[in-house]
């Protein structure tokens, strides 16, 4: 069995700083992993997704993330927040590459301070 | 990027009524799809996995009765809630995977159902 768990509900952070966003994970299998973000009234998009090639995954708007197997963790991170990046951010797991089935955590809201 | 829409983005009904949900895929054919549930503040729940031409395949705990999937085409997959009740209320949301097993999966923009 897979699950996610995120830290954070809500992580809110000024315009520039440091984005961090906690995910860990448990799998009995090798995981599969990805960050996806919703803006609102949009669908899910995928930042990135770590297929157990390099352990730091580059995404998209300058997110990245890090599988740390000896932490199960695989947290996103982004040097320097900007206003768009506010949203609703989902770390998942999947036993396959495809992502057949997703296992979702529960999300975390970031919101950015002016 | 590929699109997935989902209509309709919000529905109020009556107890009792049934509702259908399309999730279709805009710009490419998807031999699978998925289909979410959403409670407030909590992670989405896959419900099923819908095939194209064949039965949808349900998770545990959900009654396929209650919600019917249909996927007669590669680009569009329903969800109809039937005999609704207020329990039922929720964010349904879905998904399509564009070519076979290792495609890149797609959601819709989520639809949410409110049962008075």
């Known amino acids: 069995a897979q699950s996610v768990t995120q830290l954070g509900s809500h992580v809110s952070v000024s315009e520039g700083a440091l984005v961090l966003l906690r995910c860990n994970y448990s799998?009995?299998?090798?995981?599969?992993l990805f960050w996806y973000v919703q803006y609102p009234n949009q669908g899910l998009q995928l930042l990135l997704k770590y297929t157990s090639a390099a352990t730091l995954v580059k995404g998209i708007n300058g997110f990245e993330a890090e599988f740390k197997k000896s932490e199960t963790s695989f947290h996103l991170t982004k040097p320097s927040a900007h206003m768009s990046d506010a949203a609703e951010y989902f770390c998942a797991v999947s036993e396959d590459q495809g992502a057949q089935k997703l296992v979702f955590g529960q999300g975390t809201r970031l919101t950015i301070n002016p | 990027g590929a699109v997935v829409s989902q209509h309709p983005s919000r529905v109020i009904c009556k107890s009792g009524t049934s509702v259908k949900i399309e999730c279709r895929s805009l710009d490419f054919q998807a031999t699978t799809m998925f289909w979410y549930r959403q409670f407030p503040k909590q992670s989405l729940m896959l419900m099923a996995t819908s095939n194209e031409g064949s039965k949808a395949t349900y998770e545990q705990g959900v009654e396929k009765d209650k919600f019917l999937i249909n996927h007669a085409s590669l680009t569009l997959s329903t969800l109809t809630v039937t005999s609704a009740h207020p329990e039922d209320s929720s964010f349904y949301i879905c998904?399509?995977?564009?070519?076979?097993?290792?495609?890149?999966?797609?959601f819709g923009e989520g639809s949410r159902l409110t049962v008075l």
């Open positions: 799998s009995s299998v090798p995981p599969y």
């Open positions: 998904s399509a995977k564009e070519g076979g097993n290792t495609g890149e999966l797609f």
